[in-house]
């Protein structure tokens, strides 16, 4: 029936355009899409009644398209507000020109003006008449499917984000059902009587012995289509590296959300800082004096090896739109000032999809689709790069003096959690090391500007840019206790690691330091690439450290912020760091100053330590942890749940069959043996049920043609079962043999069947291999088996469902048309 | 071996005429059945095949080659129950009369008078019925079927119980007519008697060198008591389930790709009939399925029709019940 094809390739086209969704801030499109499809296809099937070939009913289509779309959008210049007019096509075509002008202005998800809104009714109509061409006119359902992928991989194409598993559920569901009902119709070419209607014969019990074998063709084939989605669905969740972002991670934004990674920031940065040709990156003016540092990235987690960040789950709800960015975390008491900076980054600039902004960033003006991490600031954009782009950043300034920072607080929990947690690899002679050179620090601020000093004065690091960039945890601990040489990366990732160590929230950044001034314009080169490690002090926030030689002999426009400078009036030497600005504050008073609060931070890194050692390790090993204490839960919990099933099932059973109370006498179904007396007609069956389900567990096959007796008797053969499993297998299928066929009042032995049960499946268990008496009480089939029937009974309910939709749809429009 | 067996039973011929319980039925069977498997050695489903249909008031195809103890066991069962059995042997001439009998002018009463053939008996033992002319074979199907004997328009009624016992060769042995499918209908159930194993073989050897021991055979039983072990055996109780597998059972078969002709709603008639006959030989006052199935073959397979390409592929009606009994779930009580 052409009528119900042409029903099935408007619904697959309306599914396929489910798709589309993430392209838009509102649903409003739907509605115009729905009607341009109901538009073309009715169109089509108009001229299909006609009867004069493939490209008139697609004219038809077109015309029927047109005429909605004018009815929609061009009215007022129509004749009769639906007759096209030069005047309605005009406005038409004006329209798409803004619609298209508009849709290259924003970035998806874009708001619907009447331009976007019209093309898109007219795309969604244009795949639909040629949906409708292929599938219905020309017979080629599978062509079909180009057309609607088309259309679905609009979004991909533009978003760079998968949209949800639904959508593409329902845009693979639309498709198989297109295909499903062509295959129908073709079948029916044949002239073989298939089953159509299931339910137009209601009387057509007789012909169960021909109708059974189209039906599980087709029972079959819609298992095996829903499968495939449900594995396509499936399938990626497994898989590293394919995000189905839209299914396990919240669907927050409105529209899709994406996991960000760069796969090694640190990499590129040794690359940088060794091109020869030394170009600038970016140039930026100021109105900061001394311009702090731009920071890329915010390496936040420490594998044993490399610092990397933890993927950033990105929503619409990110997007930098000018507004005031999240705060910095942790910058409450300490002095701050605002900075604005406007960089332009050199168009050269390639595959740069962060932005580098002094931090803290407060407040962005930039084009093109960028966004904030909130926790760590870091801007970045999931299609746009900064190549080529001028923008203007706030960036608020803290300035805390050495007091603040030793007056810190105690650090709040998830910042302890996330932020000193190091894997146990981590030899305990860094450790150890760490503790020596900061042994006479009181404070959390003062173990870190000993460590400042220990990498850039006391230890005798030497900056050495020919270092081979560090591969694994062995090259850093090889840098810190033997060869003390290399460039920025080593000493950031080091001085971060020891600060984590010491229980100093620590992560480490990735930039630019300030670079060169000349007329007033600041220029950073690739060698002014930098990692630096940030730590974090309660009341200031991130703050930035420099344990990388500067200078000639160093990182050239690396600067130690001021806060630092406080050197311990103990330490002799001041030397080799050029810019090393000595201020000499009273520091002597330190120490006596922050007893106070060292306690409390000693006593917070003590509970980490504690803490990591207790449960297998905070942050990194504790998320190893965790994953494999939940596999190994999962596991467990999947292979106990047959059991637990079997269990389930058998205690369900004997709790139907117990002595009925009235209520329950009443409610029992008759079944198909003779009216039985419930009581002991249920325990037989119980017993009988569960006797069955314990053949299946031990392997033994229980077959559908054989009665009670029949079934006995073959067991009791085969097994060479002793007498006393014979006998109570022959009680129990006694007592269903009654229950079943004998007469109603017949006195059905109720007695010790469940002991007789045990009996028996204690014979059953001491007659098979071993191997299957452990299969039968660790993963009892019969457990799997009734999974399965639910599962495939879900399965068939929900194609079938959609079957029948889809016919009661085509049935309504067929009574509608003949009418 | 032959001789004695049936020493001990006589009693069972008059038994308290009003207990004609289920207990009794097997004791009676028993004896007949021992009865005539003194006779016919190792073959005891068909004797109590044959059994089951004298029960189910049916009749009864035995069908082999020449020399397997057809006739034997016909006669043996014939002679086992005391009523009247009379027995026909079927050739290429006989008329129809010959078995219903005709009216003969009395010269001295000066009017017709019939005279009964050899159908009014008990027990009609029907030898080679398959030697006769589709004619004179059609001639049994109103005695068959409906127990009464039209002759020039008077009705004669058949006495219960009435019971034809034919033989027949199989249809490819020479001079056979085939049964008409409508006779082949009205028997109960065919069964094959199939080559003795040679022990059984080597008894018979011994027992029939002598003399005939259908000789030494005394009825074990009457008509009266026939009747009564029909009635109680009429009072099986078939469970509508077991009904709905048999019904089932048979439609299969007009289904079957196999089959050009499936069995007919007689044929379920038949089969529950003989079921509830086969179950209270198992002194069970229920029907089982196991019932239903052991008596698929023989009550169906006769009145099946393969097609061409079965019979060219000889699959035989037999194998096509037996799969469907094979394949068809028993009835059970819901899940």
């Known amino acids: ?819 | 071996m032959a001789v004695g067996t049936h020493d001990g039973e006589p009693a069972t011929a008059d038994g308290p005429p009003g207990a004609a319980g289920l207990g009794d039925l097997v004791r009676v069977a028993g004896a007949i059945r021992r009865a005539v498997e003194s006779v016919v050695e190792g073959k005891a489903p068909a004797v109590r095949l044959a059994l089951t249909v004298l029960l189910a008031e049916g009749h009864l195809l035995i069908e082999d080659v020449p020399g397997v103890g057809k006739t034997l066991l016909a006669k043996a069962l014939a002679r086992s129950v005391d009523c009247s059995v009379r027995r026909v042997q079927f050739t290429p001439d006989l008329l129809p009369s010959d078995i219903t009998g005709v009216s003969a002018y009395d010269q001295e009463l000066r009017e017709f008078e019939f005279k009964p053939g050899p159908v009014f008996a008990n027990i009609v033992v029907g030898d080679e019925i398959n030697r006769a002319s589709p004619k004179t074979q059609s001639a049994l199907l109103e005695c068959m079927e409906e127990r009464q004997v039209t002759v020039d328009g008077t009705t004669y009624r058949l006495e219960p119980p009435f019971m034809v016992v034919a033989t027949q060769n199989p249809v490819e042995m020479e001079g056979t007519y085939p049964l008409p499918e409508a006779q082949r209908d009205r028997f109960t159930a065919r069964v094959s008697m199939g080559y003795p194993d040679p022990a059984a073989e080597l008894a018979m050897l011994d027992v029939h060198g002598g003399r005939s021991p259908l000789d030494d055979l005394v009825p074990v039983a009457d008509a009266a008591d026939v009747r009564r072990l029909i009635e109680v055996a009429r009072g099986t109780h078939v469970a509508p389930s077991v009904k709905r597998y048999a019904v089932d059972l048979v439609a299969a078969t007009r289904a079957h790709p196999d089959l050009r002709l499936g069995a007919s709603p007689r044929a379920t008639l038949h089969l529950l009939r003989a079921a509830r006959a086969y179950a209270a030989l198992d002194e069970r006052d229920y029907v089982l399925p196991d019932d239903v199935q052991d008596l698929a073959v023989p009550v169906l397979a006769h009145r099946l029709l393969p097609t061409a390409e079965a019979r060219v592929a000889r699959r035989r009606p037999e194998h096509v019940v037996a799969d469907l009994v094979k394949r068809l779930p028993v009835p059970a009580p819901g899940k």
């Open chain 1, 1 to 819: 029936m052409r009528l119900r094809m042409t029903v099935v390739a408007a619904v697959a086209t309306l599914a396929g355009s489910v798709g589309l969704y993430p392209l838009f801030t509102t649903g409003r499109w739907v509605w115009a899409a729905l009607g341009a499809v109901l538009c073309a296809a009715g169109g089509a099937a108009a001229a299909r009644r006609l009867g004069r070939g493939a490209p008139l009913d697609a004219a038809g289509g077109l015309l029927a398209l047109l005429l909605y779309l004018t009815a929609v959008f061009a009215h007022g210049r129509a004749l009769l507000w639906i007759i096209p007019t030069p005047g309605s096509v005009a406005h038409l075509v004006s329209l798409a020109g803004s619609g298209w002008d508009a849709v290259n202005r924003y970035a998806a998800p874009v708001p619907l003006v009447p331009g976007i809104l019209m093309l898109v009714a007219a795309g969604v109509g244009l795949v639909a008449v040629l949906v409708d061409a292929l599938a219905v006119r020309l017979r080629r359902a599978a062509l079909a499917g180009l057309p609607l992928l088309a259309m679905y991989s609009v979004p991909a194409a533009v978003r760079e984000e998968s949209v949800s598993w639904l959508a593409f559920g329902a845009g693979a569901l639309g498709f198989l059902m297109l295909l499903t009902a062509d295959a129908r119709e073709q079948v029916g070419g044949w002239g073989r009587a298939v089953p159509a209607a299931r339910r137009d014969a209601g009387a057509a019990d007789a012909a169960d012995g021909e109708r059974v074998q189209p039906g599980a063709l087709a029972a079959s084939g819609r298992r095996i289509g829903a499968a495939a989605v449900a594995l396509a669905v499936l399938v990626p969740l497994a898989v590293p590296g394919l995000h189905p972002n839209g299914m396990l991670g919240g669907d927050d934004g409105g529209g899709g959300s994406r996991t960000v990674t760069t796969p090694d920031p640190l990499v590129s940065l040794k690359r940088e800082l060794t091109r020869p040709d030394d170009s600038v990156v970016l140039t930026y003016r100021t109105n900061d004096a001394e311009p702090d540092y731009l920071r890329l990235y915010a390496l936040d987690r420490f594998d044993g090896d490399r610092w990397t960040y933890d993927p950033l789950r990105s929503t619409p709800r990110d997007r930098v739109t000018g507004g005031p960015l999240p705060a910095p975390p942790g910058l409450t008491l300490a002095p701050t000032r605002t900075v604005r900076t406007r960089v332009t980054v050199r168009p050269e600039v390639r595959r740069m999809t962060f932005l580098p902004v002094p931090y803290a960033p407060a407040r962005l003006s930039v084009d093109g689709d960028w966004r904030v991490h909130a926790e760590s600031l870091m801007v970045y954009s999931l299609r746009d790069s900064a190549g080529g782009r001028t923008y203007t950043v706030d960036s608020l300034r803290a300035e805390p003096t050495a007091a603040d920072l030793s007056a810190g607080g105690s650090y709040p929990a998830d910042i302890v959690r996330r932020f000193t947690a190091y894997p146990r690899s981590v030899p305990a002679a860094i450790r150890q090391l760490a503790e020596k050179i900061t042994a006479r620090a009181n404070s959390a601020y003062e173990q870190a500007v000993l460590l400042q000093r220990w990498f850039t004065a006391e230890g005798g690091f030497t900056y050495d840019l020919s270092a081979p960039a560090p591969q694994h945890g062995g090259d850093l601990t090889a840098f810190l206790l033997r060869s003390r040489h290399g460039y920025c990366e080593q000493f950031a990732a080091s001085m971060a690691l020891m600060a984590r160590l010491l229980g100093i929230p620590a992560r480490v950044a990735m930039g630019y330091t300030p670079g060169t001034l000349s007329n007033g314009v600041w220029t950073v080169r690739s060698k002014d690439a930098h990692a630096w490690p940030e730590l974090y002090f309660q009341g200031a926030g991130w703050v930035r450290f420099e344990p990388t030689p500067a200078g000639a002999a160093g990182q050239g426009t690396a600067v130690p912020p001021i806060y630092t400078a406080d050197t311990d009036p103990t330490s002799p030497d001041d030397t080799g760091t050029s810019r090393n600005r000595t201020d000499p504050r009273e520091a002597r008073d330190e120490p006596s100053r922050a007893p106070s609060h060292a306690p409390a931070h000693r006593d917070e890194r003590l509970d980490d330590t504690g803490a990591a050692a207790g449960d297998g390790g905070t942050g990194f090993p504790a998320g190893w942890a965790a994953l494999v204490a939940g596999l190994v839960a999962g596991l467990l919990v999947l292979l106990g749940a047959p059991m637990a099933v079997r269990a389930l099932t058998r205690r369900r059973r004997w709790a139907a069959a117990e002595p009925p109370s009235e209520p329950r006498r009443r409610l029992r179904a008759p079944g198909g043996g003779p009216p039985r007396g419930t009581g002991p007609a249920d325990a037989a069956h119980a017993a009988w049920r569960e006797l069955r389900s314990d053949a299946r567990d031990h392997g033994l096959p229980f077959r559908a043609n054989e009665s009670p007796r029949a079934t006995a008797r073959r067991l009791t053969e085969t097994l060479e079962l002793e007498r006393p499993a014979r006998e109570a297998l022959g009680r129990i299928a006694m007592a269903e043999e009654l229950a079943r066929y004998a007469r109603s009042g017949a006195r059905v032995p109720r007695g010790a069947l469940r002991a007789d049960v045990r009996t028996v499946r204690a014979a059953f268990a001491a007659a098979v291999p071993r191997r299957t008496r452990w299969r039968a009480r660790v993963l009892p089939p019969s457990a799997l088996e009734s999974a399965g029937r639910g599962t495939r009974a879900a399965l068939d309910g929900a194609t079938a469902g959609a079957t029948d939709l889809s016919r009661a749809a085509g049935d309504a429009l067929r009574r509608v048309a003949r009418r």
